[in-house]
C-alpha cells in the first residue's frame, strides 16, 4: 500500500485545466502513487518474455537493450502491418476533443496526457515522426517528434495509466478505441521488458499454475473445501463439487481471485450453491478445473501472443475432459477475450457441442461457435423459465446498484442480463444515472492489471467517476450494495468505496443469488454468505424464540 | 502567442501571396491549369494508396465497440444498431455514424460541481458545429459541379434551389447584396469554420491538443469559402469566363480565357492545395471512417468463428506439463490424474515463486 495517500476532500481539487507548456514540452514526472512496480525478471524470463532484468522505474537508467529504439521501430511496423486497427487510429484522428473528458483518469487526476487523445498523441507523434512523410518533412509542425529515451518513459507511465476500458471508444466521431492503442504501445514496451509487476508474475504463474494467484492444485481445491464447510455451516447443505471430471457436461472456469479475495469468494459460494441446486434437481454434471482455473487473462494487457498463450488452457481442458460446452463466471476482462478473441485464437472447437441448457433445453445460438456462455445468461434463462425456488426477501437489506463493466460492456454488450438476474434475487435495485452505466459506464480504476497497491492514488482518483455515481445513487436512495460481474471490480471497488463511499460494499451477483436460492433440505438461513445475521430473518427468529420464552 | 496556429495562418496567407503574384506577372496557365490538374492527379493516387495501404493491413480480431445490449437470449431486446450482429445491421450503424454523427452526437461535458459532484451534460455544440460543417461543405461541392458539367444536371439544379430558398437582399445604390440570390451554404460553411477554429482556441483541452495540422485546414477552407463568397457577391466575376476554364478543364481542353479575376485564381490554388494536401492528412478521416473496425464490424463473434490472417501457433503449457509437475499433489489431494506414478519419483519441486502478488491483494 501506498503510504501518503492524501484525503478525499485533497484529492477532489481536481485542475482540468492543462498546464501552460506544450505537452511536447512538459517533461515525464514519474509520481509515486500513480504507477505500479516494475515486472519481476523471474516472471518475464519464466515465459520467454524479452529482456528480462532488474529495473526500477524512478531511476535514470532503465536498462535497455542497446538497440532499443530499432526494437520499437521494426515493433511498431510490424504491428502497423498486423493490425488495421492500429494504423487506420494512427492516421485519422481529427484531435475534436470529444474523448477528452471522458476517460475516468482524466476526469479525476487532470492530467492532459490523461485525455484520450493526448495519450494516443504519445504513439502518435513517434508514428508521424517514424512512418509519414509529412511528420519527417514537417517535423514538430505537423505533431512529430523522433522517439527518445523520454518518450519513451511518457509511453510507460501513461500507458500504464490507461484500464483499457474503451469509454473513449463510444464516443469517438471515428471510433478510435484508445484501449486498442495502449495494447499495441504496451506490447512495443513488453519487446524491451518494460511490462508492471502486478501484470507480469501472474501471467507468469497463470503459465504454471493455470490461475493468477499461484494456486498449485491441491491448494486450489483446499480453498474450495474450505467454502464447502462455510456453505454447510450457513445453509445446513453439504455441497459437493467435482474437479478435473471426465466427460462431464460442463466446465466450469471463473477468475481465481473469486477463490481467493473476499468479496469474490463469496460469489464463488454462490456459484457452488447454485451448481449444488441444479446438481440435486436437475442433474447438472458440471466441473471445475484445476488446470483451467483461471478466467482472467493478463496475457491481455501484456501481448496478443501471450494472451493466446494463456487463454488456450481452457479450450485444450475442454478437450482434454471432454465436455460439451464451457460455463464461465462473473468477470470482466476475461469476457472481453472470450467475446472478441479466443474463438479466432484457440479454436475451431469442433470437439464440443453447441451449448444447451441442461435444465431448461434453451440453445445459447450466440455462443455456438466460441460454445462458451456467460454465467448471467445461463441464471437469467434459468429464472426466466421458473427453475430457480428464489426467496428475495433475504436480500431486502440491500439496496442494490449495479455497476457495468468496462470489458462486458463495451467489449460484449451483456447488459440486461445480469440486471434481470438482480432484480429477480433482490428487491431494491436502483440504477445510477444514466451518463455512468451501460455503454457509457466508468470504470472501476484498477483494470488492465492497474489493481495493485502502491498505484492506489490513481486507482482513486481513476475510480472516482465511479465511486461519484454510486454516492448519488446511496444519497438519494440508501444504496448500501454495489453489484457487479468483474473479479477486478470485486478486487479493485471495495477500497474505493472505502474511500469514497464508505457506507456501500461491494459484491458480486451470484453471491446475491445463492442468498436468495431456497436449497432443499436447508436450514432457517438466518446468516448470509458472509456469515452476517440478515437483518428480516433474526428478527423473526428472536421474536421466535421470545414467544417461546413467553410460552 | 500560440506558434500552431500562426504557423498555419501565415502558411495560408503565403498561399495567398503567391496566387496572386502568380497571376500578376501571368501565370494564369499555371495557376488555372497546370496546377489544379497536378492537385486533382494527387488527391485522387494518394486517396488510393492510402485506402489500400490500410486495407492491406489485416483484421485479426473482431474489436467492434459494443454500444448496446448483445443479441443473446430471445426475450432480451437487442440492440441491432449499437450491437449489430449482421452486415445490414452494420451498414445501418456505419450510414448512421457517416451521415449524422452519431457517436459526436452523444458527447458530454463533464464538470465538478459544488466542489465534489461530477455532472455529465449533453453538449450538443460539436455535434452541431461538425454537422453544419460538413453538409454545408458537400452542398457547396455540389453546386460546384454546375462548373464542370454541361448541361447541368437536375439534382445541382435541385441543390441550388433548396441552398437558396431563403433569400436576403440589399439593394442600395452604393452597395449591394443578396443578388444574385444568397446560398445559405456559403454563409455556413463560413460560421461552422469559424467556430470549429474557435473553439480550438477559447476550449483549454482543445487548445492544448491542437497542432499546426489542425488549423492549417481550417484556414484554408475558410479561405476558400470567403473567396468563393466574395467572387460571387461583391466583386462579381464574369461566370461565363470561368465556366469556360472550368469546362476546358473537365474536357481536357484546357484554356485560360480573358477577363477572370486574380481572386478566381487565388480560390482555385486554395482549392488545389486542399486537394493535394488531403491525403496526407487528418482530413483522410473521410475514408477512414469507413474502415474503423470498432465500428464496421459484426459482433457476433461468439456465434460465427473470425479468421485471424496470421494466426500462428504459440508455445502453451499444456495439461502434461502440469500434471507432471503437481502429480502427486493432485493425488494426494484427491483430484483425478492422467498417468499414476509407475515408480517413486525422485524429482522433488523446487518452492520457486510462492511469493506471489497473491499475498499483496489478501492485504487489501
Known amino acids: 500500500m501506498a503510504e501518503e495517500i492524501p484525503k478525499p476532500e485533497e484529492l477532489i481539487q481536481i485542475k482540468h485545466r492543462p498546464p501552460k507548456t506544450d505537452w511536447m514540452k512538459t517533461p515525464i514526472n514519474i509520481r509515486k502513487g500513480m504507477y505500479c512496480y516494475a515486472s519481476n525478471p523471474k516472471s518475464v524470463a519464466y515465459v520467454g518474455l524479452p529482456n528480462a532484468r532488474e529495473w526500477n522505474p524512478m531511476e535514470d537508467d532503465w536498462k535497455l537493450p542497446e538497440n532499443w529504439q530499432e526494437i520499437i521501430h521494426e515493433g511498431f511496423k510490424e504491428r502497423l502491418e498486423r493490425f488495421r486497427s492500429f494504423k487506420v487510429f494512427m492516421d485519422i484522428c481529427v484531435r475534436c476533443g470529444a474523448c477528452a473528458d471522458k476517460c475516468h483518469y482524466f476526469i479525476g487526476t487532470g492530467d492532459p496526457k490523461n485525455m484520450p487523445v493526448l495519450r494516443a498523441e504519445l504513439l502518435r507523434s513517434v508514428y508521424r515522426n517514424d512512418f509519414t512523410k509529412a511528420g519527417k518533412i514537417l517535423g514538430k509542425l505537423n505533431g512529430a517528434r523522433p522517439m527518445s529515451i523520454d518518450v519513451l518513459k511518457e509511453w510507460w507511465y501513461y500507458l500504464f495509466q490507461c484500464s483499457e476500458c474503451r469509454r473513449c471508444s463510444v464516443f469517438c466521431p471515428y471510433g478510435i478505441d484508445t484501449a486498442e492503442i495502449t495494447i499495441m504501445g504496451r506490447e512495443l514496451l513488453n519487446l524491451l521488458g518494460l511490462n508492471i509487476d502486478w501484470i507480469a508474475t501472474p501471467v507468469a504463474n497463470c503459465y504454471r499454475t493455470g490461475n493468477h494467484l499461484g494456486i498449485q492444485p491441491h491448494a486450489f481445491k483446499d480453498m474450495l473445501d474450505f467454502f464447502v464447510d462455510d456453505i454447510e455451516d450457513i445453509t445446513g447443505i453439504k455441497v459437493e463439487p467435482q474437479y478435473n471430471k471426465k466427460g462431464a457436461d460442463i466446465l466450469f472456469v471463473t477468475p481465481s481471485g473469486d477463490v481467493f479475495a473476499d468479496p469474490g469468494t463469496y460469489t464463488c459460494m454462490g456459484y457452488m450453491i447454485l451448481f449444488h441446486y441444479l446438481q440435486e434437481k436437475y442433474g447438472l454434471d458440471i466441473t471445475w478445473s484445476t488446470y483451467a482455473s483461471e478466467g482472467g487473462n493478463f496475457g491481455f494487457f501484456t501481448s496478443h501472443e501471450t494472451m493466446k498463450r494463456l487463454n488456450a488452457k481452457m479450450y485444450a481442458e475442454a478437450k482434454r475432459l471432454g465436455v460439451k460446452w464451457i460455463l464461465g463466471g462473473e468477470c470482466g476482462h476475461m469476457w472481453r477475450v472470450i467475446n472478441q478473441y479466443m474463438d479466432t485464437m484457440n479454436g475451431p472447437t469442433d470437439f464440443m457441442e453447441e451449448p444447451v441448457s441442461p435444465i431448461t433445453g434453451t440453445k445459447f445460438e450466440n455462443a455456438k461457435s466460441t460454445k462458451m456462455v456467460h454465467i448471467t445468461e445461463f441464471t437469467a434463462d434459468l429464472i426466466k423459465h421458473g427453475k430457480l425456488d428464489l426467496d428475495p426477501s433475504r436480500n431486502d437489506h440491500l439496496k442494490v446498484t449495479y455497476h457495468d463493466s468496462c470489458n462486458t460492456s463495451r467489449g460484449m454488450g451483456i447488459f440486461d442480463e445480469p440486471r434481470y438476474v438482480i432484480q429477480n434475487v433482490c428487491n431494491h435495485f436502483y440504477e445510477m444515472p444514466a451518463n455512468t452505466i451501460r455503454e457509457n459506464t466508468f470504470c472501476c480504476g484498477s483494470g488492465a492489471g492497474l489493481n495493485a497497491g502502491e498505484d492506489m492514488e490513481l486507482r482513486l482518483t481513476g475510480g472516482l467517476p465511479r465511486a461519484n455515481a454510486v454516492k448519488y445513487v446511496h444519497d438519494k436512495h440508501g444504496v448500501n450494495m454495489l453489484a457487479c460481474i468483474c473479479a477486478i471490480d470485486r478486487a479493485a471497488l471495495p477500497a474505493l468505496m472505502e474511500y469514497w463511499v464508505p457506507e456501500v460494499d461491494v459484491t458480486g451477483i451470484h453471491e446475491m443469488v445463492a442468498n436468495a436460492l431456497n436449497l432443499p433440505g436447508q436450514n432457517e438461513r438466518t446468516t448470509d454468505l458472509r456469515g452476517e445475521d440478515i437483518p428480516g430473518m433474526q428478527a423473526e427468529t428472536q421474536v421466535e424464540s421470545e414467544e417461546e420464552a413467553n410460552e | ?364
Open chain 2, 1 to 364: 502567442m500560440n506558434a500552431r496556429y500562426m504557423f498555419s495562418l501565415i502558411a495560408v496567407i503565403v498561399l495567398l501571396l503567391l496566387a496572386w503574384a502568380g497571376t500578376a506577372v501571368g501565370l494564369q496557365v499555371v495557376f488555372g491549369i497546370i496546377l489544379p490538374y497536378l492537385a486533382i492527379v494527387i488527391f485522387i493516387a494518394g486517396f488510393i494508396y492510402k485506402v489500400l495501404n490500410w486495407s492491406r493491413s489485416a483484421v485479426p480480431f473482431r474489436i467492434p465497440t459494443t454500444a448496446g445490449q448483445q443479441k443473446s437470449l430471445p426475450w432480451i431486446k437487442h440492440a441491432q444498431i449499437d450491437c449489430p450482429t449482421n452486415k445490414l445491421q452494420v451498414i445501418v450503424r456505419m450510414a448512421l455514424e457517416i451521415l449524422t454523427f452519431r457517436s459526436l452526437f452523444r458527447n458530454t461535458r463533464m464538470s465538478l460541481k459544488e466542489v465534489s459532484k461530477l455532472s455529465y451534460q449533453l453538449e450538443i455544440f460539436l455535434w452541431v458545429g461538425a454537422l453544419a460543417f460538413h453538409y454545408a461543405f458537400l452542398t457547396v461541392v455540389i453546386r460546384h459541379l454546375r462548373f464542370f458539367t454541361e448541361p447541368v444536371p437536375f439534382f445541382v439544379q435541385l441543390v441550388e434551389n433548396i441552398d437558396s430558398f431563403f433569400r436576403f437582399e440589399f439593394l442600395h445604390p452604393v452597395f449591394q447584396f443578396g443578388l444574385p440570390g444568397v446560398f445559405l451554404s456559403g454563409v455556413v460553411l463560413l460560421l461552422a469554420v469559424a467556430y470549429l477554429f474557435l473553439r480550438r482556441i477559447f476550449t483549454p483541452q482543445v487548445r492544448y491538443i491542437s497542432l499546426a495540422s489542425d488549423y492549417f485546414p481550417l484556414f484554408l477552407i475558410f479561405g476558400i469559402a470567403l473567396t468563393g463568397i466574395l467572387m460571387r457577391y461583391v466583386t462579381k466575376i464574369d461566370v461565363t469566363a470561368v465556366k469556360e476554364l472550368t469546362m476546358g478543364l473537365v474536357t481536357f481542353q484546357p484554356t485560360i480565357p480573358a477577363g477572370v479575376g486574380t481572386i478566381f485564381y487565388i480560390h482555385v490554388f486554395f482549392v488545389s492545395i486542399l486537394l493535394a494536401y488531403f491525403p496526407f492528412s487528418k482530413l483522410m478521416h473521410l475514408g477512414g471512417i469507413f474502415l474503423s473496425p470498432t465500428r464496421n464490424l459484426t459482433t457476433d463473434t461468439r456465434a460465427r468463428r473470425h479468421i485471424n490472417p496470421w494466426n500462428y501457433p504459440v508455445p502453451v503449457h499444456t495439461y502434461e506439463e502440469y500434471e507432471d509437475e503437481f502429480r502427486e499433489k493432485m493425488i494426494e489431494a484427491g483430484i483425478p490424474v492422467e498417468k499414476m506414478p509407475a515408480a517413486k519419483p525422485v524429482r522433488e519441486e523446487p518452492p520457486e515463486e510462492d511469493e506471489k502478488p497473491a499475498q499483496e491483494e489478501e492485504k487489501e
